[in-house]
């Protein structure tokens, strides 16, 4: 079999959509009778990892959208002989049914199934394009990352002869793993001896949905509860000078690394200190970007990962958290419920509910850090690839 992908961005890629395909496309280039794995990112906003041998990552459409139609119509015109088509987004919708007409008309018998994946906000509701929204609904094949991204996309889209398929994101349990926290680390962001809550995510103005603002509303009384209690936000984003902005008003002591232009962390909202006594603790630090290699080392400076929103369609960092043994409060409102199998693997609150969220955050800081949390293998790379493998087979 040869497979075509349209994709975002994989290889190269940052965020959650990058790395699921990365593990979608690898996955596929093992499985039995597939010989070759045609796949062209829209995006490339970094240098590419390590790829499989028969997979052919076709970067000549990355620079714009007439610049990417063009590349993949030329890529499905040279290899027109492709069993399945995959498309990585709904917005490539329309690009994906013309590849699929270009095979049917230059290789004659070949009926390519067109499978989309859906992730989540994104195909929770019908799009801006009218094209793309009757599209949706002609599709063979669906692979939803959760039940709940599946259901909305159902409500509105009713493809009409779809198959659905779960496929849920995975975690290198290999690489992710529990540890201590690193004193140097614990040194640059002043952790020592704290009770630290996490949040690793994207702070970005169009997708408040992740819980910030209603974490950063409920530590000033989970502060006075909480003996040295710090939250750590991992991330930057556009969204970044409004969260700092909130936590000084609601009388935190902020303290701000990886600034664009600062070449040394600012701490604001702080008391003079006396030169000869330590520094004063932040109770909120904003990391900013910080490299892959430091990610595990972040993860495990945490007591608890939080992140209560109601806009995710899975989410990764949940998964990550779990994997370096650290306890999870997700929501009740999206599908990081399922990320924590529905509370087997983590705490579940109302993020709107700023009484219940409290008692939920009390709750997770109660659970066990000693070691890797039994269920996460569930979420393991080797069963994305069998699950992969089976949902291949069936199409």
């Given amino acids: 079999m040869h497979l075509f992908a349209l994709v975002t961005d994989a290889f190269g890629g940052h965020g959650g ?10 996955a596929l280039c093992t499985a039995p009778k597939v010989t070759r794995v045609v796949a ?22 990355v620079g ?10 030329r890529s499905a015109i040279r290899h027109s002989r492709s069993s399945i088509i995959i498309c990585g987004h709904i917005n490539l919708l329309p690009l994906a049914f013309l590849v699929r007409m270009i095979v049917r008309r230059l290789a004659p018998g070949f009926r390519p199934a067109l499978a989309l994946v859906i992730h989540g906000v994104d195909a929770w509701q019908p799009t801006r394009s009218w094209l793309t929204n009757r599209l949706a609904r002609q599709v063979d094949v669906v692979l939803a990352v959760s039940e709940f991204t599946r259901k909305r996309f159902w409500n509105w889209a009713q493809p009409t002869s779809a198959r659905f398929n779960i496929l849920p994101n995975c975690v290198d349990l290999a690489r992710f793993t529990p540890g201590p926290k690193n004193p140097a680390m614990q040194d640059r962001y002043g952790l020592r001896g704290r009770t630290v809550l996490l949040t690793v995510a994207r702070l970005s103005a169009a997708e408040r949905y992740k819980g910030f603002d209603q974490v950063l509303e409920s530590l000033p009384v989970l502060a006075k509860q909480i003996e040295n209690l710090a939250y750590l936000i991992v ?8 969260l700092v902005a909130k936590a000084k008003s609601l009388g935190l002591a902020v303290l ?20 000869s006594s330590p520094p004063p603790a932040a109770q909120v630090i904003f990391t900013g970007h910080i490299p892959e290699s430091e990610k595990v080392d972040h993860y495990r400076l945490a007591d608890a990962f939080v992140m209560p929103g109601w806009g995710e369609g899975f989410g ?24 924590v199998r529905h509370g087997e693997l983590g705490v579940l609150v109302n993020p709107k509910k700023s009484d219940e969220l409290q008692a939920g955050i009390h709750a ?15 979420f ?16």
């Fill in 316 to 339: 990764i960092v949940y998964l990550e958290a779990m994997a370096c043994g650290v306890p999870v409060l997700a929501s009740k409102l999206d599908a990081s419920q399922e990320a």
């Fill in 64 to 73: 714009g959208k007439l610049r990417y139609a063009v590349a993949v119509l």
């Fill in 40 to 61: 062209l990112p829209r995006l490339q906003p970094g240098p590419p990892e390590p790829m499989p041998e028969n997979l052919e990552f076709n970067t000549c459409g």
């Fill in 235 to 242: 991330g930057d984003g556009d969204d970044r000078e409004r």
């Fill in 380 to 395: 393991s790379h080797a069963r994305f690839v069998s699950r992969c493998h089976r949902i291949l087979a069936q199409i």
């Fill in 17 to 26: 959509i990058a790395k699921f395909n990365r593990d979608l496309l690898t």
């Fill in 364 to 378: 997770v800081l109660q659970w066990d850090r000693t070691g890797l949390l039994p269920g996460v293998e569930y």
């Fill in 256 to 275: 701000e690394h990886g600034k664009r232009g600062d070449s040394a962390p600012r701490t604001s909202n702080l008391p003079l200190a006396v030169p």
